[in-house]
């Protein structure tokens, strides 16, 4: 019998067992193909892009490690993420940075950054069959200091208003490009080493840069605003807290960006899907994984992964929720990176979908609760790995570990080389 016969019978035994507990795979693999992730063009370079390629990070942002063969330029960079996608099952979207836009090797100051600057990333986008989503940068910049939106010093906060303001600019020409809104995240890293005696203060800066920020109507983007529990250099506060936008998203419309590491640990992000559900029109995931706290590790199929997962889709909210990526290992191979993260996710998406939550459901509602934990359990080793294997297999992407000798030679071939 050959492997893709193989692949085929234990699909077909899977159907049959998921069948027995009230499970449709076919409708869960329809809803699956239906999955995009937005993936972070900041894995293959270490956050570097292309404004200073030279430059030092700052502003609480670090990569870790100093893997061979990192992406050093554009066209590096877009083979590396073509090469990701390649080993990616679905149709994906790309997440950009203000500094990769292709600024010909001039310096392009980030108040005079224009959508001419992202053209080819548009017209790449559409020959490579991604939709683009975008972010604003305010670090690795002579005028991030510790504050940028937030800052007393109204020349400095003008210039990260007009920035972002020309983000939002340019991921509308990208939504209409692309005919698909574009979603902007904005994120800043403004905060506090040390003690402050001003958080109002900080706090109503950033509301009215926010509110100015936000002024201009677009139709073809979507923004998300992205909280942050603490940052390096900004420990004893951070002035965008979840608290700070949720409030800001809740009032305004605004969809909340949830990172997965930039909360406690102990923490359960997927609590608070259901209430954000509730009060903000949709919400933006930035998925990684924080082993102490925001290491934005490769994420990988463990429980809040999976649990973030199953209450996304017990809430029937994948058309409410965007899922992105935002981990960036350095020390191990990027592309290798990008996929064990990508599929891992995806891995815990299909699992929500093949959850038995009808029968669920109604032993909840019978108070039947020693059969809904049981039932749980039992889900946890119903043979959702074939119909994973099949789903790969439909999409023309390597089975199971079979992308690991791939990505090996891609390294041989050209990364180890650069």
């Known amino acids: 019998m050959s492997k893709d016969q193989n692949i085929q ?3 077909d035994l899977a159907v049959e067992r998921y069948a027995a507990v009230g499970v449709d795979v076919n409708k869960a693999l329809a809803d699956m193909q239906k999955i995009s992730l937005s993936l972070h063009c900041w894995q293959a370079d270490d956050v570097t892009g292309f404004e200073n390629p030279d430059g030092q990070l700052s502003g609480g942002i670090q990569a870790t490690g100093n893997y061979p063969g990192k992406a050093r330029n554009m066209e590096e960079l877009r083979a590396d993420i073509l090469k990701a996608k390649s080993f990616i099952p679905g149709d994906h979207r790309l997440n950009l940075h203000e500094i990769y836009g292709d600024f010909g090797g001039k310096f392009v100051d980030r108040d005079k950054v224009e959508p001419k600057h992202f053209a080819s990333w548009m017209a790449w986008a559409k020959e490579n069959n991604f939709k683009l989503d975008f972010n604003s940068t305010s670090f690795s910049h002579p005028k991030s200091g510790s504050l940028s939106l937030s800052n007393p010093d109204k020349s400095i906060r003008d210039f990260w208003i007009e920035h972002t303001k020309r983000c939002r600019t340019i991921s509308e020409e990208m939504g209409k490009a692309q005919n698909d809104p574009c979603i902007m995240n904005l994120w800043i890293h403004d905060g506090s080493k040390d003690i402050t005696v001003n958080r109002l203060k900080y706090r109503e800066l950033l509301k009215d840069s926010l509110d100015q920020i936000f002024a201009q109507k677009y139709d073809n983007m979507k923004d998300c605003i992205e909280s942050k529990l603490f940052g390096i250099g900004a420990e004893s506060y951070t002035v965008g807290s979840h608290d700070f936008y949720l409030g800001y998203g809740a009032q305004n419309g605004k969809m909340v960006t949830l990172d997965t590491g930039h909360f406690h640990l102990t923490e359960s992000i997927a609590d608070k899907i ?3 559900l ?5 919400i933006m995931l930035h998925v990684s994984r924080p082993i102490r706290w925001d290491s934005d590790h490769v994420t990988i199929m463990n429980d ?4 973030l997962a199953k209450e996304i ?6 058309d409410r929720v965007h899922i992105g990526l935002d981990y960036f290992d350095a020390s191990i191979n ?9 599929r891992a996710t995806q891995k815990c998406f299909l699992q929500a979908l ?3 939550i009808a029968t669920l459901r109604q032993y909840e509602a019978n108070d039947q609760l020693f059969e809904r934990l049981a039932l749980l359990e039992e889900a946890k080793s119903l043979p959702w790995g074939a119909v994973w294997d099949y789903f790969c297999a439909k999409n ?3 089975v199971g570990e079979n992308y690991i000798t791939e990505i090996q030679k891609y390294e041989k071939e050209v990364t180890s080389k650069r």
């Open 396 to 398: 023309n992407v390597p």
């Open 334 to 342: 990027r592309i290798g990176a990008y996929v064990i993260g990508s």
């Open 354 to 356: 093949l959850e038995p």
């Open 274 to 276: 259901s209430s954000l």
């Open 278 to 282: 509730l009060f903000t029109p949709e």
């Open 313 to 318: 889709v017990r809430s029937n909210a994948l």
């Open 304 to 307: 809040d992964t999976l649990d």
């Open 9 to 11: 019978k234990a699909f």
